[in-house]
């Protein structure tokens, strides 16, 4: 297990699994726009190897369940 590969599978369990859930109840708008920007940062760090960041963000997105 490497955080370069598991935090991509960890960004598309949010955005392909969570996210749409989330999206369909408007009482899970503000958690939606929580999960909206974790996957930014995540991208952006991933993208420029922000090891820090990456640990981070990668443990945010572990935290958000259906």
């Keep these: 297990m490497?955080?370069?590969t598991e935090?991509?599978?960890?960004?598309?369990r949010v955005r392909d699994e969570l996210l749409p859930l989330y999206d369909g109840i408007?009482?899970?708008?503000f958690?939606?726009?929580l999960m909206?920007?974790?996957l930014d940062v995540a991208t952006r760090a991933l993208a420029e190897g922000d090891l820090?960041?990456?640990i981070?963000?990668?443990?945010r997105?572990?935290?958000?369940?259906?």
């Excluded at 408007?26 to 708008?29: K, Y």
Aim: aromatic fraction near 6%.
């Design 2 to 4: 490497s955080l370069g």
């Design 7 to 12: 935090l991509p599978k960890e960004i598309a």
């Design 26 to 29: 408007p009482a899970g708008r």
């Design 31 to 33: 958690a939606a726009t």
């Design 36 to 38: 909206r920007n974790d």
């Design 52 to 54: 820090p960041t990456m």
């Design 56 to 59: 981070r963000v990668y443990t």
């Design 61 to 66: 997105l572990k935290e958000y369940k259906a």
